[in-house]
């Protein structure tokens, strides 16, 4: 294990952070309705659009009203989306002439597009065409993680101190979110990429020669535009099946760092922009601080018992030393493999760089963790929104341990919100509980149905693996699953929909609520929620109620491997 | 109501039978948590009775598992018994008073309208009856004086043996069913329906029949569902992960997990706690109206408190006497003395008791002289007396000043500044004139009780702000608010005053509490979000707050206050402890139920415990334990501490947090080494 490759990750850390704070500044502004320097070029066509629309984007709107307008545009994109990936054979840049999606692939695909998860049944090279990939895939990205800020913009609207239910305006949001947010930040990601060796074509495969002197064809395609809303709108679905670990999507070291910065940036610069738009820069600095503390916890141990090498191996006579690399390319290294897969669960991009199924166990038990309490930076806005429910439940339990009526920035907890924070907090558990109870019961009753290449624990916890990273909305694969079937398809499917919706709806209904109750000013008996104290106690609450009630499924998968293996 | 033991014998014996009672599901359907413990048991008693005639698993094991949760159902359910029989002990010594009493009911007879008083039982009486009290009688039920002034012993429900006088008219005309007529006569009017007074109240609400759960338990029960639900998921899905695994786990295993991962402890200890908090404040001598009420109390924002009796001892004492020069000192003394003797007030009182100790005397020839008293008047804002020629007169500054320029007598400079000086240092000076000519000046203080300022201290931590409210002019009132250490003061204050200060609180979003004892309060009690009323208080000023203090101590709103805080933090810190003890239940279960079939997850069992089975006992009987150990805890709630918010939260979060992950590690291995020494 080398230094330079620590250091390598301290890095990505860093230049993340201090990048993190301008841009939370810049996203405050643009949500506060403030000037920016695109508004000249953005503001006449985006009048033009909402004209066009019959769209009011200045007309303020309550929770109710803006969770309407997100779940009606929602389900047009779904929509729009099916129809193309089911009939892209005859529809226009198909050069390689790729095949239309069944009806179920094409369901999972882009409920797993709109809801910024890109679960991936099918693989980019041959599964879908140029124009998929554009306009349904790639739209997608771009609206999916623009739904999600914008839904966070709303939160932060209602945590403002006054009593309204007006909380402005979700296509105001949404538009803003896309044009002076995500396609700034994508057009410089993706010209870093083309210059580095990303493809960004409309013609269809080429032919190589290989060192063998095989004739190889090779695909390519608009890869460059894709990949940098791959990972800034958090959404991790690859142009190619590999994914990030594909040359041609990651070219070297230089885009890693490019990659895995991009995918990192707006979770991280969302949680400053909610202390600049509020004035409570303190909060801010509380929540990221609970977020690195269990991004630390995890990827600590990722990382090291990947650097560390694979025991099973080391056994076999196999040098170690490079840490273990089986899954893994040799122009990242163990260290940076092992901090992306972290990174890209912990926010639910889901992208990867290597295989997370050659991962050591403990890397599999953090990358599951990760997903499984889903509020670690999370994904393009939806990060805070989940981070938002487990301060509404510390804020409850710590109120009554002060002895006062609980309250989060001088509103009141009572009944109704617990009662909408418990069920978002629930369906996690539940979704990706059930889920695998059931792909389990199936398998365990139909071994010869053929899902597992490895029975066993691991071969739990990749069904353990895809539900979870399905219920996270996080889109990456154990892999070594075989996914593409009805069962997979249909089941995750609703997962997904499920495990969006419900995490956005409730938050944004607990804010709208509390939004429209009396503001009580902050005494020497409120509780304060910026501080370290506070920060520990939404720290518990997250370990208790997301890791703790998987500790029996974990147990059975990564934990028992891992104890298994030594 | 002295306070009584924790426990005693009678209370625990009738608790052990409640705890039994109790078990009707129809009962504990109320509470999710223990209810799908019973569910379990009963799953269990199935089991056990099912694997006597089946070799499936072992009847012992199984019986072992049942008869855990019975009694973690019996435990929890003893918990709530307790604390209702501690309430209803409270209760029955107020029942006593309400045993049926003889009434002597005033009846309205022909056409004349003549009063006849006829005897009929108390509870005949109806709202409106009249009814009379003689010295001896016991008041039949609550109502308010319409003729007449008695002294009244009202030990039976405040415990405070010195008599009270109550009469007609004003602020302290009402009386309590139950206390008894020491002297004189009265004539009360009813004013509650049978079963509707106040003691009948308060006895339903000690009792808990009519114990209505508040906000906050209610969001707390929701939260305890979810966490009940969440391991209801966690636990049927293991089945198919366990077949998955091909490791089987029995039935009794399955529960076993479940019910040590639901939070019973809190669960089972809710209720308990929430009687206690209405106990506690019972015991402070206050009956609540509702168990909301103490909740609100803990979030009080600002306190409004009544300057005389609460921050001052009851009135103003003469301290210093300032002759005009050129009086002998003991010419004005007498003067002072002699203005006074008809003055009954309090303060007339304190100074002939300061001139007669200063040595003066009441002039031999009082007797035979021609005495006319002067009382008090609105209009001449003065008192005094005439005895033969002399007119003595004293009152506030201006009044004597009008009295003596009238007379064509210049007011002395000097008194003037006196007076002033007496004023700005937090004093009344009260003027005398002798013959229209002003003798001198009497300095009147305010007594700050002792410890007020540490008690204000205290709020201030607690983050409630002080209000004092008095009738004195704004220069006292700022002297003596800052010397008491109060945050605020309403000076001059009118009833409105204080409800305009109430209202204006409140739309800042504050909580405010109040505590009063007249009619002209009862819109301000009733505007309060914490309105105590005294029981010497009027009717209205009773009906109109939500809690009445049975012994008329102003400075009771602190304890009120502390009670309601303590009642909220004992919920948190047990909901926490009882979550925190998971992590241990986890480690203890987990790996027992899979040890078997998966060998390697040996590195899991860190406890090092024996075996699966006593692994999982252990757990269980942990699990069961806990809640007896800590009914005290409960019933007596958790400390508070002033000492900010967030110190508060670190404190708590380290017993409770801590604690809740640590002792259950050391309860589970201590139970396990016991369990493999009997096996």
Redesign the interface.
């Known amino acids: 294990m080398s230094y330079t490759e620590l250091l390598g990750v301290l890095l990505f850390f860093f230049a993340t952070f201090l990048l993190a704070i301008p841009l939370g500044k810049y996203i405050a502004r643009v949500y506060a309705g403030e000037r920016t320097l695109l508004d000249p070029i953005f503001n006449p066509i985006e009048r033009t659009f909402f004209k066009l629309c019959g769209i009011d984007a200045t007309k303020q709107m309550n929770w109710k009203q803006n969770l309407l307008a997100l779940l009606t545009i929602n389900m047009v994109w779904f929509l729009m989306a099916m129809f193309i990936l089911m009939n892209q054979s005859w529809l226009p840049l198909n050069p390689d002439g790729n095949p239309n999606m069944t009806a179920d692939l094409a369901f999972n695909t882009s409920i797993s597009f709109v809801v910024n998860c890109n679960l991936q049944h099918y693989s980019g090279e041959s599964g879908v065409s140029y124009f998929s990939q554009i306009f349904a895939l790639m739209f997608l990205q771009f609206v999916s993680a623009a739904t999600g800020m914008a839904a966070a913009a709303v939160l932060f609207n209602a945590l403002r101190e006054r009593i309204s239910d007006q909380l402005g305006n979700f296509y105001n949001y949404f538009v803003k979110s896309a044009t002076r947010i995500l396609l700034p930040l994508c057009i410089i990601v993706s010209v870093i990429l083309l210059f580095r060796g990303t493809p960004m074509t409309m013609e269809g495969k080429d032919t190589m020669i290989s060192m063998e002197g095989d004739t190889v064809q090779v695909s390519r395609g608009p890869a460059a535009a894709f990949v940098a809303i791959k990972h800034i709108g958090t959404n991790g679905g690859g142009f190619f099946g590999v994914n990030s670990a594909h040359p041609f999507e990651n070219p070297d070291y230089l885009t890693n760092i490019v990659e895995m910065v991009a995918q990192t940036i707006i979770p991280f610069a969302m949680i400053f922009a909610l202390g600049f738009y509020l004035k409570r820069r303190k909060l801010a600095w509380m929540i990221f601080g609970v977020m690195t503390l269990g991004f630390v916890l995890l990827v600590v141990p990722a990382i090291l018992s990947e650097v560390g090498g694979n025991p099973a191996i080391a056994a076999m006579g196999v040098d170690q030393s490079q840490g273990a690399m089986e899954g893994k390319e040799v122009r990242f290294g163990a260290a940076a493999s092992g901090y992306w897969s972290i990174i890209t669960t912990v926010i639910s991009t889901g992208s990867v760089n290597a295989m997370h199924d050659s991962t050591m166990p403990v890397s599999g038990l953090t990358q599951l963790l990760a997903m499984m309490v889903n509020a670690i930076y999370g994904g393009c806005g939806v990060g805070i929104l989940n981070f938002y429910i487990y301060i509404i439940?510390a804020v409850?339990?710590?109120?009554?341990?002060?002895?006062?009526?609980p309250e989060f920035m001088?509103k009141k907890?009572?009944?109704r919100?617990?009662?909408i924070a418990?069920?978002v907090?629930?369906s996690h558990?539940?979704l990706i509980?059930?889920g695998?109870?059931?792909a389990?019961?199936v398998?365990?009753n139909n071994p010869e149905i053929g899902w597992l290449n490895n029975p066993g624990?691991h071969g739990?916890s990749e069904m353990l693996y895809e539900y979870t990273s399905s219920s996270a909305n996080n889109g990456s694969g154990f892999e070594g699953l075989g996914d593409n079937t009805p069962w997979w398809n249909i089941s995750t499917g609703i997962v997904l929909l499920l495990s969006r919706f419900i995490p956005i709806i409730g938050p944004i209904a607990i804010a709208g609520i509390l939004a429209n109750k009396?503001?009580?000013?902050e005494?020497?008996?409120?509780?304060?929620t910026d501080?370290g104290?506070?920060g520990?106690?939404v720290f518990?609450v997250i370990v208790?109620?997301a890791a703790?009630?998987f500790?029996?499924?974990l147990?059975?998968g990564p934990?028992?491997e891992y104890?298994?293996m030594? | 109501m002295k306070k009584n033991k924790l426990f005693d014998r009678k209370i625990i014996k009738d608790s052990i039978v409640q705890s039994f009672v109790k078990l009707n599901p129809i009962y504990l359907i109320k509470n999710p948590v223990m209810f799908v413990v019973e569910i379990c048991t009963i799953i269990m008693l199935v089991e056990v009775t099912y694997s006597l005639f089946t070799a499936h698993s072992s009847p012992i094991y199984n019986l072992i598992v049942f008869i855990t949760l019975l009694f973690t159902l019996l435990f929890a359910n003893f918990a709530e018994a307790i604390a209702e029989a501690r309430g209803k002990a409270q209760a029955n010594s107020l029942r006593k008073t309400r045993e049926e009493t003889p009434a002597k009911k005033v009846q309205a007879v022909g056409e004349m309208y003549m009063d006849e008083i006829i005897i009929v039982s108390s509870s005949q009486l109806k709202k409106g009856d009249v009814f009379v009290c003689e010295t001896g009688d016991v008041i039949p039920t609550d109502g308010e004086i319409v003729e007449g002034i008695a002294t009244i012993d009202e030990s039976a429900i405040t415990g405070e043996s010195a008599p009270v006088i109550r009469e007609a008219g004003g602020d302290k005309s009402s009386v309590t069913g139950g206390t008894k007529v020491l002297s004189d006569k009265i004539k009360v009017k009813v004013t509650t329906e049978p079963g509707e007074s106040f003691l009948d109240k308060m006895i339903a609400l000690v009792e808990g029949a009519s114990r209505q759960k508040t906000?906050?338990e209610?969001?707390?029960t929701?939260?305890l569902?979810?966490f009940t639900?969440?391991?209801i998921?966690?636990t049927?899905?293991?089945?198919?992960?366990?077949?998955?695994?091909n490791?089987p786990i029995t039935i009794a295993s399955f529960i076993a997990?479940f019910v040590c991962l639901i939070p019973t402890t809190i669960g089972g200890l809710l209720s308990a706690i929430g009687i206690a908090g209405m106990d506690r404040a019972l015991r402070a001598n206050v009956i609540t109206k509702s168990g909301k009420a103490v909740?609100t109390a803990?979030?009080i924002?600002v306190l409004l408190l009544d300057k005389t009796g609460t921050i001052t001892i009851g009135n103003r004492k003469a301290t210093h006497f300032y002759p005009v020069s050129g009086v002998e000192e003991q010419t004005f003394l007498q003067a002072c003395l002699l203005s006074s003797l008809a003055d009954e007030t309090p303060e007339g009182k304190s100074i002939v008791e300061l001139a007669q100790a200063k040595g003066t005397t009441i002039p031999t020839n009082y007797q035979q002289a021609q005495v006319t008293l002067i009382k008090f008047s609105a209009e001449t804002r003065s008192s005094g007396v005439d005895m033969n020629d002399r007119r003595i007169r004293k009152g506030a500054t201006d009044a004597i000043r009008k009295l003596s320029e009238k007379a064509g007598h210049p007011f002395p400079k000097e008194i003037e500044e006196q007076a002033n000086k007496i004023a700005s240092g937090g004093g009344t000076p009260l003027v005398v004139s002798e013959n229209e000519k002003i003798v001198g000046v009497i300095e009147l203080q305010d007594i700050i009780k002792e410890g007020m300022k540490e008690r204000f201290e205290r709020l201030?931590?607690?983050?409630?702000?002080t209000v004092m409210v008095t009738g004195d002019n704004p220069l006292t009132a700022k002297y003596i608010a800052e010397k008491a250490g109060v945050d605020d003061f309403i000076a001059e204050a009118k009833p409105e005053d204080k409800m305009e200060y109430i209202r204006k609180e409140q739309q800042?979003?504050?909580l405010v509490a109040m505590m009063g004892d007249g009619t002209n309060d009862a819109p301000a009690l009733a505007q309060a979000d914490v309105g105590v009323a005294m029981n010497s208080g009027t009717q209205a000023a009773k009906e109109a707050g939500n809690m009445v203090d049975l012994d008329n101590d102003p400075t009771k709103l602190i304890e009120i206050i502390e009670i309601?805080?303590?009642?909220?933090?004992t919920?948190?810190?047990l909901?926490?402890f009882s979550?925190?003890n998971?992590?241990a239940k986890?480690f203890a279960i987990?790996?027992a139920?899979?040890v078997a079939s998966?060998p390697?997850?040996?590195?899991?069992n860190i406890m090092k415990l024996s075996s699966p089975e006593s692994a999982i006992l252990s757990a269980i009987i942990f699990n069961a334990i806990i809640i007896p150990a800590l009914i005290p805890l409960a019933l007596r709630g958790v400390a508070?501490k002033p000492i900010?918010?967030?110190a508060?939260?670190?404190r708590?979060?380290f017993i409770?947090?801590l604690g809740g992950i640590i002792i259950p590690f050391i309860g589970i291995k201590i139970i396990d080494m016991l369990i493999s020494l009997v096996f």
């Open positions: 439940l409850f339990i710590s109120g009554l341990m002060v002895g006062r009526t001088g907890i009572e009944a919100e617990i009662k418990m069920i907090a629930l558990t539940f509980l059930t695998t109870a059931l389990s019961f398998f365990t624990f739990f009396k503001y009580i000013p005494s020497a008996g409120t509780l304060k501080t104290t506070f520990l106690m518990a208790i109620i703790l009630s500790f029996p499924a147990t059975l934990i028992a104890f298994s030594r | 906000p906050n209610i969001a707390l929701i939260l569902a979810g639900l969440v391991f998921i966690v049927i899905t293991l089945k198919p992960f366990a077949d998955y695994a490791t997990l909740e803990g979030d924002d201030r931590k607690m983050g409630v702000k800042a979003g504050k309601g805080k303590q009642l909220l933090m919920r948190g810190t909901t926490t979550i925190a998971d992590v986890y987990v790996p139920l899979f998966i390697a997850l040996q590195g899991l508070y900010g918010a967030s508060l939260l670190r708590n979060l409770y947090g």
